[in-house]
């Protein structure tokens, strides 16, 4: 923003903005200059899962303060923490962003994602037709319930690490270290890649 300028506007009704004021605002909107890096994990196990997964990373690119810079490959993968055969399996993805949105209003829009995908919570780690997750925020780190960061179990579900390393090998787990050092740690089996189906980065 520039301070205006009484001396060089014809216009009377305009009001010199005293510079001082100029730079609280600036100060208070640097988010908007300055977008943090995030990543999503998306997954989904009911309905058209290709569909479900496309569906949100175009609602992604759709919120206003979010720009999807990369999208992984698609994984079919085994449900993880279910009894085998419990539930059908999942298609992962990840998807890197960069947002002003702070951290809890990026939560907020990824859960209004899912309700838009009609996910219903009823059991934990039930079958779902969308999840989305923060994986991880620009190296934040946060112990809150409702918002941990990195994702507590990110570092060790290779059904995030695997897609993850497709589209940043050299990212890092904040606290958890390098995914090139997770990833032998992981258990891989169950994720499958999916090389014939894609998912399109929005234009
Ligand atoms: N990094 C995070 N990303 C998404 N949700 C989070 C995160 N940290 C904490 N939560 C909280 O976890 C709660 C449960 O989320 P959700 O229903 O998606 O869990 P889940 O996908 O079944 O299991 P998991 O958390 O193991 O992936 C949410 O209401 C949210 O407030
Ligand atoms: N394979 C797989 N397993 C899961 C997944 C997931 O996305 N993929 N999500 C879960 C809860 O978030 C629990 N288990």
Redesign the pocket.
């Known amino acids: 923003m520039t301070p205006s300028n009484a001396a060089s506007s014809p216009d009377p009704t305009v009001q010199p903005v005293p510079a001082s004021v100029v730079r609280q605002v600036d100060a208070a909107d640097s988010t908007l200059h300055n977008p943090k890096r995030a990543v999503l ?5 009911l309905g058209n899962r290709l569909e479900n997964l496309q569906g949100a990373v175009d609602a992604l690119e759709d919120t206003p303060g979010v720009r999807v810079k990369a999208v992984s490959r698609i994984y079919e ?6 009894p085998e055969g419990e ?1 059908p ?2 298609f ?1 993805a990840v998807v890197l962003v960069k947002t002003t949105l702070p951290p809890s209003s990026l939560l907020e829009r990824a859960q209004a994602i899912e309700e838009a995908f009609e996910r219903v919570r009823d059991v ?2 039930g079958p ?1 037709t969308l ?1 989305v ?1 923060i994986v991880s925020y620009q190296g934040v780190t946060s112990a809150e319930p409702a918002l941990t960061l990195p994702h507590p ?1 990110a570092h060790e ?1 290779a ?2 690490l695997v897609p993850w390393h497709d589209v940043e090998p050299g990212a890092e787990v904040p606290g958890h270290g390098p995914l090139r050092e997770l990833l032998p740690t992981v258990e891989r089996a ?2 499958r890649l999916r090389d014939d189906l894609t998912l399109v980065l929005p234009d």
Do not use: E, L
């Open positions: 994990s998306i997954g989904a196990n993968t085994s449900p993880v923490g279910v539930q399996d999942y992962n934990r780690w779902r999840d997750d179990r579900r059904f995030v169950g994720v």
